[in-house]
T-cell receptor
Framework: DADVTQTPRNRITKTGKRIMLECSQT?????MYWYRQDPGLGLRLIYY???????NKGEISDGYSVSRQAQAKFSLSLESAIPNQTALYFC??????????????????FGPGTRLTVL | GQSLEQPSEVTAVEGAIVQINCTYQ??????LSWYQQHDGGAPTFLSY????GLEETGRFSSFLSRSDSYGYLLLQELQMKDSASYFC??????????FGKGTRLSVIA
């Protein structure tokens, strides 16, 4: 099945370390996203990419960077991790060509998530 | 900017009907989506409304009123497996979804 995968699934690291979270997809979607989820705060967008040459900041990009290595791969980096970056991170994809006949239809497909703990 | 409001928690009895409301304020609007997330899992898409009215998919229905900037998700014949968090999300335009903070639904026997 076409899928969205994330590695690692769990990571514990120390303050100041550089961390990379990886996302791969076999759906053939152009659009990819990184979200952060904290209890009670929902899903907040960190970065998004509408194609390989397109990178955009989301709501909470400070302290993060991304790389779109190919259509199928979108990596999130924490250059110097800090404890308040402890959270659940999700990658997602979507395909704007799939409209189901409705304007703005934008079903997103999420990976399983990476639980990151920064000590 | 964009903001969405939905209740933080809802409790309902197995077999009953529950409605989860969502109000939104956005600078642009194409439609309203709903996602379900079980504990420890990833969000999964439930429905999308671009036009006013009710869309039904099995036990779940979603409603939109564009003039009131309001929508709801209706779950009928509740089952224990429906216990999860439910997120509304708006499509502001050709930009990514903006999610609400989620409603945690607990289904009790």
């Amino acid at each position: 099945d076409a899928d969205v995968t994330q590695t690692p699934r769990n990571r514990i690291t120390k303050t100041g370390k550089r961390i990379m979270l990886e996302c791969s997809q076999t759906k053939g979607h152009d659009r990819m996203y990184w979200y952060r989820q904290d209890p009670g705060l929902g899903l907040r967008l960190i970065y998004y990419s509408f194609d390989v040459k397109d990178i955009n900041k989301g709501e909470i990009s400070d302290g993060y960077s991304v790389s779109r290595q190919a259509q199928a791969k979108f990596s999130l980096s924490l250059e110097s991790a800090i404890p308040n970056q402890t959270a659940l991170y999700f990658c997602a994809t979507s395909d704007p060509r799939v409209s189901s006949g409705s304007l703005g239809y934008n079903e997103q497909f999420f990976g399983p998530g990476t639980r990151l703990t920064v000590l | 900017g964009q903001s969405l409001e939905q209740p933080s928690e809802v409790t309902a009895v197995e077999g009953a009907i529950v409605q989860i409301n969502c109000t939104y304020q956005t600078s642009g609007f194409y439609g309203l989506s709903w996602y379900q997330q079980h504990d420890g899992g990833a969000p999964t898409f439930l429905s999308y409304n671009a036009l006013d009215g009710l869309e039904e998919t099995g036990r779940f229905s979603s409603f939109l009123s564009r003039s009131d900037s309001y929508g709801y998700l209706l779950l009928q014949e509740l089952q224990m497996k429906d216990s999860a968090s439910y997120f509304c999300a708006v499509t502001p335009g050709n930009t990514p979804l903006v999610f609400g903070k989620g409603t945690r639904l607990s289904v009790i026997a």
